[in-house]
């Protein structure tokens, strides 16, 4: 059962862990990166990283399925969570631990919005990304090559290539439609244009 219809509400089972969570050890780290200056709780916010982000990785593979998604969901809900304790924003930090959740969730959700989007751009742009890509690769590359290696991407960095490349659009912009920061998609850009890179030399070996 929810207790209430918001994305950041939690079921009654969770409650009462969070409500078990209000005097932990994250939440005394939180009350003491709220009081500090901003920045200056260093030691605490490095503690509350090492306690939150496993749990926080836990949930990203069981609802995203996959590593680097997951990795890159820690990234940004711990980064947030830190960045709100800083500022202030947060009412009670003791609530940490809710705070980190309900954000997970929501970034799930924004994540999953923002496949529909994905696969429109892959249907639309992936054979046209062969053009735009060739120069970053070597001359006179055969397409169909290229083609097959851009397939065995996984979809979230063939998007971000073909959003990158083709679409010309700035890192912020891109993490904007796919749920991403603009850092986490220049680490997506640079792993996906390395694969592709690393595939298209195997073939061309295989060939020779």
Same mark, same amino acid.
């Given at each position: 059962m929810? *207790?209430c219809?918001? !994305?950041w ?6 409650? #009462? ?8 050890a994250?939440? *005394?780290? #939180? ?5 500090? !200056?901003?920045?200056a ?19 990203g593979?069981? %609802?995203?399925?996959?590593? %680097? ?6 990234? %940004?809900v711990?980064? *947030?969570? @830190? ?6 924003q @947060?009412?009670?930090?003791r ?18 919005r923002?496949?529909q ?8 742009h ?8 060739? !120069? $970053? ?13 851009l397939?065995?991407?996984p979809?979230?960095?063939? #998007?971000v290539?073909i ?8 890192a ?6 796919l749920? *991403? ?5 220049r680490?997506?850009? %640079?792993?996906? @244009? ?9 073939? $061309?070996?295989?060939?020779?």
């Amino acid at each position: 059962m929810r *207790l209430c219809a918001y !994305p950041w509400c939690v079921d009654a089972r969770t409650a #009462a862990d969070l409500d078990a969570a209000l005097d932990s050890a994250e939440a *005394l780290l #939180a009350q003491r990166i709220a009081g500090a !200056p901003a920045g200056a709780a260093h030691d605490a916010e490095a503690q509350l990283y090492r306690l939150l982000a496993p749990r926080v990785r836990r949930y990203g593979q069981r %609802h995203l399925r996959d590593d %680097h998604a997951a990795d890159d969901l820690v990234q %940004h809900v711990m980064a *947030l969570a @830190i960045e709100k304790l800083r500022s202030g924003q @947060i009412d009670e930090p003791r609530r940490i631990v809710s705070f980190v959740l309900g954000s997970c969730r929501m970034t799930v959700v924004d994540h999953r919005r923002g496949e529909q989007r994905r696969d429109e751009l892959l249907q639309r742009h992936a054979h046209e990304l062969l053009l735009v890509e060739q !120069p $970053l690769l070597a001359p006179r590359l055969d397409h169909l090559r290229v083609a097959h290696c851009l397939e065995r991407l996984p979809e979230r960095e063939r #998007a971000v290539l073909i959003m990158s490349f083709y679409d010309e659009q700035p890192a912020d912009a891109v993490g904007r439609s796919l749920g *991403l920061s603009a850092g986490n998609v220049r680490v997506i850009r %640079h792993r996906g @244009i390395d694969k592709l890179r690393r595939c298209v030399a195997a073939g $061309l070996r295989r060939a020779a």
